[in-house]
């Protein structure tokens, strides 16, 4: 696992753009793992820039997202397909057929998430998978636990996760309680992983991934069986 401190977000944003942005030159077919949260944002703009610029084209890129929230339609602006259409997707040349979120209105999760892990996998896999951090060290919606899924599955939210992620909702009962989320071993089936995280709050688990020791109570330490791991983050994330 490879750390990059940074000195500010922007510079953390431009560090993973740049990243994805050397990818894209060289594989205008890549297929690109993506995350949401706010995290992402700055990487996701920075992206748009370069398009805009002329440097990077999406017309051939292929993307799969980590997780959704169940049940929601993806209409609905707190929905991840939502998120991505507005923060990225709208704003690039890529094809939204090209373009996959699991689907948070499907009648039978179960059944849609066994049919994303089939799809993602008969893929090969993403070239770069992106990832944020929960506080608890959670990565996707791969909570802490005794036991950890390897595919993409059904899962509850903890109450850390509900509260943490209300401050985009109107209020807190309206976070969803369920979502759906690829796995540990859907997130380890990318050839590279790019981890962001920024701010204090973000330090705990930044730390036990530094740690280098495994636990799935702190499921991004998992990330260290993984052979090309790339955590870009801020000092207040790094030193606390
Ligand atoms: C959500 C997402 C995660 C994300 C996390 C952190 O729970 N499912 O993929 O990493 O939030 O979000 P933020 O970047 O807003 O701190």
């Known amino acids: 696992m490879k750390f990059i ?8 944003s ?13 594989k205008p077919d890549c297929l690109l793992g993506l995350a949401t949260g706010s995290t992402p944002v700055g990487m ?16 051939a890129v292929r993307t799969y997202n980590l997780d959704e929230y169940y049940p929601i339609s993806p209409e609905n602006e707190q929905s991840y397909r939502y998120f991505m259409n507005h923060n990225l997707f709208d704003h690039v040349n890529i094809k939204k057929e090209n373009t996959h979120v699991p689907d948070g209105s499907a009648a039978d999760p179960d059944a849609a998430c066994a049919a994303y892990e089939a799809e993602y996998q008969a893929t090969g896999g993403a070239d770069i ?7 608890n060290g959670h990565i996707a919606f791969n909570e802490p636990e005794e036991k950890l899924y390897a595919a993409t599955h059904v899962t509850g939210l903890t109450q850390n996760t509900i509260e943490a992620n209300a401050r985009f909702f109107a209020s807190v009962d ?9 796995g540990m071993g859907t997130i380890m089936a990318a050839r590279k ?3 962001l995280a920024n701010g204090k709050n973000k330090h705990a ?7 280098g020791r495994i636990t799935t109570a702190v499921p991004a330490t998992l990330l260290a069986l993984h052979r090309d791991v790339v955590v870009i983050c801020d000092r207040e994330a790094y030193h606390g």
């Open 5 to 12: 401190v940074c000195d500010s977000y922007e510079e953390m």
């Open 14 to 26: 431009r560090e993973g753009a740049a990243i994805i942005a050397e990818l894209m030159k060289k």
């Open 44 to 59: 996701y703009r920075e992206l748009i820039r370069l398009h805009e610029a002329g440097e990077i084209d999406f017309s």
């Open 129 to 135: 998978q992106v990832l944020g951090i929960g506080q």
């Open 174 to 182: 309206e976070v969803p309680t369920r979502a759906m989320t690829m």
């Open 193 to 195: 992983i790019i981890l």
């Open 205 to 211: 688990a930044v730390e036990a991934m530094k740690e």
